[in-house]
């Protein structure tokens, strides 16, 4: 069974654009978790979604975004980039909803701002 | 301003030994604890986890201790390799998967 992808895998924006990531689950995972890595602040949480709807949220700003398509895909989204966003964007997905099930890892988007 | 990185705590073992990595967790509320392995360039791996109506969990080679009393985890490696060397996060998942800050495992051949 494939892992969890992750495009772009790198990414090099200017500070002021947005981009989007894009993530796909593992088959049959219907739950889709953002992570950012730096080494500052190590693993942090961004959101997770499960059918669709985001049903957990960590403590960023309303520029990174995020959404679930029908087949469980999801995109994260990050307007007006600064310099501090420069990270690896990781996804994991989970059979069930993260609380109950284990969260398998991609390779993540590593973005860097100038 | 200048931004303080996070200092991984590091473990330096040699080749066959045994490691053992610790870890604080802090929500008493947790049911759940996941040790993942990261090596660079990678994302976190799924090594081991455990609940918390336990207080052992073994693998292959792993086996994971759970002490709810004194909140504490920890991952020990048999007959460690040198493709263990890794950074490892212990997470905890109450109702979101919160992860420890990491530990640096190097394995001297």
């Known amino acids: 069974k494939a892992g969890v992808t992750q495009t772009p895998r790198y990414l090099i924006k200017t500070r002021g654009q947005q981009v989007t990531l894009s993530c796909s689950p593992i088959?049959?995972?219907?739950?889709v978790s953002w992570y950012q890595q730096t080494p500052g602040q190590g693993l942090q949480f961004l959101f997770e979604?499960?059918?669709?709807?985001?049903?957990n949220k960590g403590n960023f700003p309303g520029r990174f975004s995020g959404r679930q398509f029908s087949n469980s895909r999801s995109e994260m989204n990050v307007s007006t980039l600064e310099l501090g966003d420069s990270a690896l964007y990781l996804c994991?997905?989970?059979?069930?909803?993260?609380?109950?099930?284990?969260?398998?890892f991609g390779p993540g988007t590593r973005l860097t701002v100038l | 301003g200048e931004s303080v990185g996070l200092h991984l705590p590091t473990l330096s073992v040699q080749e066959g030994d045994n490691s053992i990595i610790n870890c604080a967790y802090s929500?008493?509320?947790?049911?759940?604890f996941i040790w993942y392995k990261q090596e660079s360039g990678k994302g976190p791996q799924f090594i081991i986890d455990?609940?918390?109506?336990?207080d052992k969990r073994q693998g292959q080679r792993v086996t994971v201790l759970l002490n709810k009393t004194v909140k504490h985890l920890s991952l020990q490696i048999a007959a460690t390799q040198p493709g263990d060397s890794a950074v490892y996060f212990c997470?905890?998942?109450?109702?979101?998967?919160?992860f420890g800050a990491g530990t640096i495992l190097r394995v001297k051949s």
């Open positions: 929500n008493s509320a947790s049911d759940y």
């Open positions: 994991a997905s989970s059979l069930e909803n993260s609380g109950v099930s284990t969260q398998y």
């Open positions: 997470a905890e998942n109450g109702n979101k998967l919160v």
């Open positions: 455990i609940r918390s109506n336990m």
């Open positions: 088959s049959g995972h219907r739950s």
């Open positions: 979604y499960f059918s669709e709807t985001q049903r």
